[in-house]
T-cell receptor
Framework: AQSVAQPEDQVNVAEGNPLTVKCTYS??????LFWYVQYPNRGLQFLLK??????LVKGSYGFEAEFNKSQTSFHLKKPSALVSDSALYFC????????????FGSGTRLSIRP | NAGVTQTPKFRVLKTGQSMTLLCAQD?????MYWYRQDPGMGLRLIHY???????AKGEVPDGYNVSRLKKQNFLLGLESAAPSQTSVYFC???????????FGDGTRLSIL
């Protein structure tokens, strides 16, 4: 069975500082990993994905994520946070060993203070 | 460029009433999904479709039915609404199972 965990309900960062939003996963086969962002009263928007290849994935709005197979993690990062990055972030995973659907984490609220 | 459009955006129902939520996508995607979002629980898959005329159960299908008569539309029905179905409902579509999903802006449903 596949699962995904976002251990932090909320992350607070000062503007200009680096940010990290954590995600760990569990799958039987190889993982397909995604990050989405949700702004108030809107649907989720795709940020980036890892399917195979380079462990460092670059996405929209200056975000990147590092795939770590040994730690089964896919943490979202940004070198310098902006106030406009404040939103709800979701990690999602799919197991390639079956016809399983994507499972979403419970979400992490990112708050960037000026 | 509309993407995924959900109708209605808000609705209040009484217990026992029925209603249908409509999702339309203009990207010619094969896959469509219905999720519900509740505080602290992320998104949970209700039903999904891998193509016109097909539907399948997701994680929380009880109390809901779906239909995909046309490729661009995916309907979610509540036959007899219950307060536990108060939630925000999101529709999404994707080109393939491993491709990013495109989401609508949600339907906020309250069951009194």
């Amino acid at each position: 069975a596949q699962s995904v965990a976002q251990p932090e309900d909320q992350v607070n960062v000062a503007e200009g500082n680096p940010l990290t939003v954590k995600c760990t996963y569990s799958v039987s086969g190889n993982p397909y990993l995604f990050w989405y962002v949700q702004y108030p009263n809107r649907g989720l928007q795709f940020l980036l994905k890892y399917i195979t290849g380079d462990n460092l994935v670059k996405g929209s709005y200056g975000f990147e994520a590092e795939f770590n197979k040994s730690q089964t993690s896919f943490h979202l990062k940004k070198p310098s946070a902006l106030v406009s990055d404040s939103a709800l972030y979701f990690c999602a995973v799919r197991d390639d060993s079956s016809a399983s659907k994507i499972i979403f984490g419970s979400g992490t609220r990112l708050s960037i203070r000026p | 460029n509309a993407g995924v459009t959900q109708t209605p955006k808000f609705r209040v129902l009484k217990t026992g009433q029925s209603m249908t939520l409509l999702c339309a996508q203009d990207m010619n995607h094969e896959y469509m999904y219905w999720y519900r979002q509740d505080p602290g629980m992320g998104l949970r898959l209700i039903h999904y479709s891998v193509g016109e005329g097909t539907t399948a159960k997701g994680e929380v299908p009880d109390g809901y039915n779906v239909s995909r008569l046309k490729k661009q539309n995916f309907l979610l029905g509540l036959e007899s609404a219950a307060p536990s179905q108060t939630s925000v409902y999101f529709c999404a579509s994707s080109y393939a199972l491993n491709q990013p999903q495109h989401f609508g802006d949600g339907t906020r449903l309250s069951i009194l």
